[in-house]
C-alpha cells in the first residue's frame, strides 16, 4: 500500500488527478469503515521510508506529494496530540530535504506539506510554522520566499486559531511585503510574523569558516545529521 501512496505522487499531472482521487477515496473508505489504524500504519510506513530515503529526490518528492495530498483531503485529521510524534517526525525530514537541496520544485512540495500541516495543534503547529518562516520566508531563493508567502496566506485564510485582528495584521505583512528584497529587508517582516502568532523564533546560527584542513574530520553520515536536526530543534 505505501508503495502505491510513492507511485501516485510520481506519477503525471493529468494522471496523477485521478489516481490520487481513488486514493483519497480509499482511505477515506478505511477510516469511516473504523479502520484508522489502517491509515496510521500507512503513515508510520510513509515516514520511515522517507527517512530511510533522505535525499533521494526520486522517492522523496513523489512521497511528499502523495503526503501533502492526503493532509490537504483530510485523510489524516483523525491523528490526535498524542500521536503528534508521526506529523513533527515529517517535520523533521522535511527540514532535512530543505536544508540540503538546490531543487526548488522539491522546496515548493514541501512548503505545501508544512502549510497542510498547519491544521493540526501545537506543537505541530508551532514547528511547522518555524520551518516555514526559516526555511520558506527566510530561504537564500527569492522564488521560494515568494512562495512561500503566497502559500502561508492562503492556508492562514482558512485557519481558525487566530484572532481577526491578529489575522489582519498577518495578512497585511504578508501581502504587502515583496518577498524577493534582500534578506536584510525580509528578516524584520518575518520577526513581526514572529511576535503577532506567539511562535518561538529560531535563532540562526552561522557556522565558522575557520577550519582546520589538515585535521578537518570527514562528512558526517546521513543518519548523523538526520540525528542532529532531531536534537537541535528539540523533537
Known amino acids: 500500500m505505501s508503495g502505491l501512496v510513492i507511485s501516485v505522487g510520481g506519477l503525471s499531472s493529468h494522471v496523477f488527478k485521478h489516481s490520487a482521487e481513488a486514493l483519497v477515496k480509499f482511505i477515506k473508505e478505511l477510516n469511516r469503515g473504523g479502520n484508522k489504524n489502517v491509515t496510521a500504519k ?30 490537504s483531503h483530510d485523510c489524516l485529521d483523525f491523528l490526535t496530540p498524542d500521536q503528534y510524534s508521526l506529523t513533527e517526525q515529517i517535520i523533521v525530514s522535511i527540514t532535512a530535504e530543505m536544508k540540503q537541496t538546490k531543487n526548488i520544485s522539491k522546496i515548493f512540495i514541501c512548503i505545501d506539506v508544512l502549510c497542510e500541516l498547519l491544521r ?21 531563493y527569492p522564488k521560494v520566499r515568494e512562495y512561500a508567502g503566497q502559500q502561508i496566506y492562503g492556508t492562514l485564510q482558512i485557519a481558525d486559531f487566530l484572532d481577526e485582528e491578529v489575522m489582519d495584521e498577518v495578512f497585511d505583512i504578508l501581502s504587502s511585503t515583496n518577498w524577493t528584497n534582500k534578506l536584510d529587508d525580509i528578516i524584520t517582516k518575518v520577526d513581526e510574523l514572529y511576535n503577532l502568532l506567539g511562535v518561538q523564533k529560531i535563532v540562526l546560527v552561522k557556522k565558522s569558516m575557520n577550519v582546520n584542513l589538515a585535521t578537518k574530520p570527514q562528512a558526517a553520515s546521513q543518519q548523523d545529521s538526520y540525528a542532529n536536526l532531531v536534537r537541535d530543534f528539540g523533537y
Not at 510554522?129 to 526555511?135: A, E, N, P, V
Open 42 to 71: 500507512i503513515s508510520e510506513d510513509l515516514l520511515r521510508i522517507l527517512q530511510t530515503n533522505q535525499l533521494d529526490d526520486r522517492v522523496v518528492v513523489p512521497l511528499l506529494k502523495s503526503l501533502g495530498h492526503l493532509f
Open 120 to 140: 493540526f495543534e501545537d506543537p505541530t503547529r508551532m514547528k511547522s510554522i518555524q520551518r516555514l518562516f526559516t526555511s520558506g520566508l527566510m530561504s537564500r
